[in-house]
Every structure is written in structure tokens, then in C-alpha cells.
């Protein structure tokens, strides 16, 4: 084969190459065949050989931009962290507090101060006070049913035997 075919399906990179792929050649041996095969794996890898340095470097770019942090940086971010997590537990304690007082479930109770707290809890005691009772037996609920999850208890036989016996005795079965 000539050299123009190791160069087959690569495009047109110069013209001695448009020159090999409009005359084509078939292959005739497993040879040619693993020839250019071989040349086109070395292609595409090489496409990828500095892909293992990139990745190095990057990771050593990531690493050098966490040691930039300084100690004081890194000491700001705890406070203000700290400075988040006491907020949450006031408000939540806050939350605690006014639900006590007014004998509701502190999950029901809203807002962000005490006074939106306090109005969200009178809200809800007003709504809880339009809703009559429910009483526990109403004439509208469902009733229980006896044999509801039991099976039923007669003393007659049941299977097939028992009702082979059955048309037997009719004279249906001989």
C-alpha cells in the first residue's frame, strides 16, 4: 500500500491526502488493516496525552487557592457562622416562648419577631375557636361492622369435598 493510505478517513489535511481519499484503496491484508488502525488509535490519543497534567495542575490550583484563605479569613467565617447559628437558636427559643404562653404547638407559630409571633399564635387561637368540637360517636360517622377482619364461624363443611357431597346428594354427581 502506499503511504497515502495510512492517512485514510483523517480528512483533508493537505492536498497529497485529498489525493488518497478520492483514490481509494481497498485493504487486502490484516496487516494494512491493524496498520492504520494502530495510526489512528495514535492520533486520537494523542489528542488526549496532556489531559493526566492538566488534571495535576488543576488540583494543585485548587490547592493553592485554599491555603490563600489567611488565618483571619478563615476566623471571620467561624464567627459569622456562629454569629448565624445563635440567631437561629434565639429565634427558635423565641418561637418556644410564645407558643408556651399561649398553649400552642411552637411548629404552628410564624414570624421573624415577637410581635409577628405573638399575632400568628392569636390568629391561630381565634381559628381554633370558630371550630366546634367534633364529638367522638357523630350521627354521620361511619359504624364499626362486627364481623369486619373475622371469618365468618357456621358449622357447614366447605371445599371441594364438601360440595361433591353436596351434588351427590341432589343426584347431580353419580
Known sequence: MSPATDDQGSGAENPATREAVTSFQAITSQEDLDR??????????????????????????????????????????????????????????????????????????????????????????SWRGEIPAATPHSATSPRPVAQQGNPSRTDRP?????????ARRRGWLT
Open 36 to 125: 492504520i488502525i494502530q495510526n489512528r488509535l495514535a492520533r486520537e490519543q494523542a489528542k488526549y496525552a496532556d489531559y493526566d497534567t492538566l488534571k495535576e495542575k488543576a488540583g494543585l490550583f485548587d490547592q493553592a487557592e485554599a491555603e490563600k484563605l489567611s488565618e483571619i479569613e478563615r476566623a471571620n467565617k467561624r464567627a459569622d457562622d456562629a454569629e448565624a447559628e445563635l440567631s437561629t437558636l434565639r429565634l427558635d427559643k423565641l418561637r418556644r416562648d410564645v407558643a408556651d404562653a399561649k398553649g400552642i404547638p411552637a411548629h404552628l407559630v410564624t414570624g421573624s419577631t415577637q410581635e409577628e409571633m405573638e399575632a400568628s399564635a392569636d390568629a391561630l387561637l
Open 158 to 166: 366447605s371445599g371441594i369435598a364438601a360440595g361433591q357431597e353436596a
